[in-house]
């Protein structure tokens, strides 16, 4: 299944990151893997005054204890799982999940009030084992926008669990087409985001903001990041990138592994 890329981009900064969706047939230009004679590590990038963009939306309060998801087909799965339970799924509460990873340990805590549906998938997957003994498989360290993406077992950004769900918060606090749904915004210093390849393909692909940075509101927010984990990232952050991304940032020099996933 063929699927196009999308460059989510720090839109006044002009900095770009391509995250790709479930599957793809060009995954030779997409690739985030590079032989060793093109490493480098990425220099640091000038800090950008972050006042000058808003913050995210208020997380709305529920209108009921339990929602309905809907979890459709997405072509080949990246490992064989079960589509995740789509009725009755709770939107209270927080999910604490616990990466071991190669680098060192980052914790989780999922925020089922500001996007249910894809804790409950998340979950459904950690639970599956699908992020065990996968690749963080792109970092970017360019001037505002500071993420590792994880979530692909494949390791190329192209992977996904085989089926695709909508996007939420904050997206979903946006009328259709209201010019501010594509505005840059602060996506703050911990927070657990998903990728997508366009508006409500997300799938297993997340990414870890380890500093501020600057994105529009089209990247479903489900959690945080522990102060242990910003640290681990932190230190895969200083070791930079491999600069084999076209649109910025790269596999990371210090490779991050995930070794298991666990809820709880």
């Known amino acids: 299944m ?12 002009g900095a770009a990151l391509v995250l790709t969706g479930c599957s793809s047939d060009n995954e ?18 000038p800090k950008i005054d972050m006042s000058q963009y808003a913050a995210l939306p208020a997380v709305p309060t529920p209108a009921s204890p339990t929602v309905d998801c809907g979890y459709a087909p997405a072509g080949q799965g990246a ?9 009755g799924v709770s939107d209270e509460g927080t ?35 699908y992020f ?6 792109r970092l970017v360290t360019g001037q ?11 390791g190329r950004g192209s992977g996904g669990p085989g089926y695709q769900f909508a996007n939420e918060y904050p997206t979903n606090q946006f009328a259709p087409g209201e010019p501010a749904a594509q505005s840059a915004m602060v996506y703050p210093r911990g927070t657990v985001a998903m990728a997508n390849a366009g508006p409500d393909t997300n799938g297993s692909q997340f990414f870890l903001v380890y500093e501020d940075s600057v994105l529009p ?19 895969v952050a200083a070791a930079g990138d491999d600069g084999s991304m076209p649109a910025g940032g790269g596999a990371p020099n210090m490779a991050v592994n995930i070794e ?3 809820v709880g």
């Open 95 to 129: 999910v604490n999940v616990a990466l071991t990873t190669t680098a060192g340990p980052i914790g989780l805590t999922l925020n089922r009030v500001a996007a249910p549906c894809t804790v409950n998938s998340f979950v459904s997957l950690t639970e599956q084992g």
């Open 28 to 45: 030779s230009s997409e690739s985030a893997s590079t032989s060793s004679s093109s490493m480098w590590t990425t220099p640091a990038a």
């Open 2 to 13: 063929k699927r196009t890329t999308l460059a989510i981009t720090g839109l006044a900064l």
């Open 260 to 262: 298991t996933a666990k």
């Open 132 to 137: 065990d003994n996968t690749p963080c498989h």
């Open 144 to 154: 505002g926008l500071h993420l590792l993406q994880c979530g692909d077992p494949t």
């Open 79 to 87: 490992k064989t799982v079960n589509v995740p339970n789509a009725t």
């Open 217 to 235: 509101p089209q990247y479903t927010v489900f959690g945080t990041i522990s102060d242990e984990g910003l640290a681990t990232i932190g230190k």
